[in-house]
């Protein structure tokens, strides 16, 4: 086994908990020969108004200190006065700032015509239209409604040098932008961070488009690879859309990243884009996917190689698993959540068996 390295898995409520379980069932050492440590913290909407969110601030000091962290999905309440949600006080404890939620193919799903490679949505994951001061000023039909946004041209540049990154792993094209002529102050400055971003990375493909451009070309453009940086709201937006487009959300995980000085991962947070599904929960039927892959995704942050190669095998693994016939009822099957785990460990192991043999 390689050095140990701590994960901070952050649990959560009803579905969402089911599903971390089955994710940490794949990262078992037993299973992935890696030497990790799981540092367990209560994130439930139980224990959060328990400990008024301080368990929340435990995690994201120990996601600090260890640079990693796996989250449930967890329930935020509606209530003024109340909790309120644990992901935004993770953001700001660890300085989040990039949120990167990839959509890809799943072997027997069907996408819409034309999709098949990969598309990363690269994307604020904070100020923008969320955080926003509003107001209203009169009455009746005379009433008008005001917000003020922000953004900052540190994230801008962040989420810039991200999604030339990003696109270089996966030998994709950085695709879109902001709607920088129409507002060439506020959404201007992230278009002149990903002018700049480019400049500096001349050996990734660059085509800036208008968001509005960038919408109607997702359902034309075939065969490409793509990285879409975006501002916070329409990278939301995107996100929804893109991951739609293959057929599901379930093929997909979700990043929350917080960069150093030198625009490079410092602290990464993975969990799955779906929510707690409260109508699943206890019944086994809800699909781990998602969360099994944001295991997968955090491991190639880990900085081994053989992490890398685990990373590697249990995305493999998943998509094996699907393409062998074991799929939960949202894909088509009757498969049960812990017995589609149970064949993508299988695979796993296999995997990392025959490849010792080939090292």
């Not at 939960?328 to 017995?339: I, K, N, R, V």
Request: with cysteine.
């Amino acid at each position: 086994m390689s050095e140990r390295r701590a994960i901070v898995v952050m649990e959560g409520d009803q579905t969402g908990q089911e599903l971390l379980e089955e994710a940490l069932r794949v990262l078992d050492p037993s299973v992935t020969r890696l030497d990790l440590e799981f540092l367990r913290f209560d994130l439930s909407l139980e224990n959060r108004r328990r400990t008024k969110n301080g368990v929340v601030h435990e995690a994201a000091e120990a996601m600090k200190r260890a640079g990693l962290g796996m989250k449930a999905a967890t329930i935020t309440p509606e209530g003024a006065g109340d909790v309120g949600s644990p992901n935004a006080i993770l953001r700001k404890d660890i300085n989040g700032t990039v949120i990167v939620r990839t959509g890809r193919r799943i072997p027997g799903v069907n996408p819409l015509p034309g999709v098949h490679a990969p598309i990363s949505v690269v994307r604020m994951a904070v100020d923008d239209a969320y955080g926003a001061e509003e107001r209203r000023e009169g009455e009746g039909l005379e009433e008008v409604a005001y917000r003020t946004e922000r953004i900052s041209r540190k994230v801008c540049r962040g989420v810039a040098e991200f999604a030339f990154i990003q696109a270089r792993r996966m030998h994709a094209k950085v695709f879109g932008g902001p709607k920088w002529t129409v507002s060439p102050v506020y959404e201007g400055m992230f278009k002149e961070e990903l002018d700049r971003a480019a400049e500096k990375n001349r050996d990734v493909r660059y085509e800036p488009q208008l968001i509005d451009a960038t919408y109607a070309l997702l359902l034309s453009s075939y065969g490409e690879p793509m990285v879409i940086p975006a501002l916070n709201r329409d990278g939301d937006c995107l996100s929804d859309l893109v991951l739609q487009m293959f057929g599901s959300i379930a093929g997909a995980e979700s990043l929350l990243i917080s960069l150093d000085d030198d625009e490079n991962p410092e602290i990464v947070m993975s969990e799955a884009p779906h929510g707690t599904a409260p109508a699943l929960e206890g019944k086994n039927i809800a699909n781990p996917m998602a969360m099994i892959l944001a295991g997968a995704a955090l491991l190639t942050f880990v900085g081994s190689e053989h992490a890398s190669r685990v990373s590697r095998a249990i995305y493999e693994a998943t998509f094996e698993t699907i393409l062998d016939g074991t799929k939960t009822a949202d894909l088509g099957g009757s498969a049960h959540t812990t017995e589609f785990t149970d064949e993508v460990i299988r695979h796993v192991k296999n995997k990392l068996e025959v490849w010792s043999t080939l090292a």
